[in-house]
């Protein structure tokens, strides 16, 4: 029932962002634009050719954060791994290297001290969130393709997928914690302090990132399988 849902098709798309800002980055990740003046999402979903359904799903577990019965039956898997893949964009091409470039400037990097280890310990982090990340893209993306193409993949089992989500979501925090406690003293504390809150707010839309692909996408495959004819091979 919409009654169930946080925000239905018939709610002015305007009133997410003012609710939630967060939104911006879903709504942004669907494709969709702003300027949509009044319209409900229905409205800006019909006129902007994104799935109103796969949209909702997103934002209502990404507001409320958890899902609703049977979500994956509202779900277009394709609209989400549109979704999903303009997230991984997101965060390798953007926002994890303008991150780094605030870390490099604000701690005013030298090989000697803290702020060595501090950029040291970021560039393995960006190295282990895109080893993942790519990983995804070949295997389990390269899957559901196949899938939503009629010819599945074998040798893949859905079972694994978010075996690593967590060690990718929750590795921040060592950095956080170095940063706190043993940030340069002639650091550039503006910088370094901005650094620090992107590093949160990263750390929360990655960690709200796997669970998309856990609790919407990993349901929404398996559903898709069952309607393929193919066994499910969740454990």
Known sequence: MESEYHYSPAEKMATLI??????????????????????????????????????LSVVNFVTDGYTHADVAGQISVAALMHYL??????????????????????????????????????????????????YEEKTVFLYVDSLLGGSPK?????????????????SLHELKSIIIKYGPADADANLLNDALYDIYRCEEELTSHCLVEDELLVPSIVRLEQESGIKSRMK
């Open 154 to 170: 074998e040798g893949f089992s859905i079972s694994t997928y978010s075996d690593h989500h967590e060690e990718v979501a929750s």
């Open 85 to 134: 893949k303009q997230s991984h964009i997101y965060f390798l091409d953007y926002m994890l290297p303008a991150i780094r470039r605030k870390l490099l400037d604000g701690i005013r990097m030298r090989t000697d001290d803290v702020s060595f280890l501090i950029l040291k310990f970021f560039d393995e982090y960006m190295s282990q969130v895109r080893g993942h990340m790519e």
């Open 18 to 55: 003012a609710d939630n800002y967060r939104l911006i980055q879903v709504m942004t990740r669907f494709g969709i634009r702003v300027g949509f003046g009044d319209k409900t999402v229905a409205e800006v979903c019909r006129d902007q050719n994104v799935d109103c359904g796969t949209f």
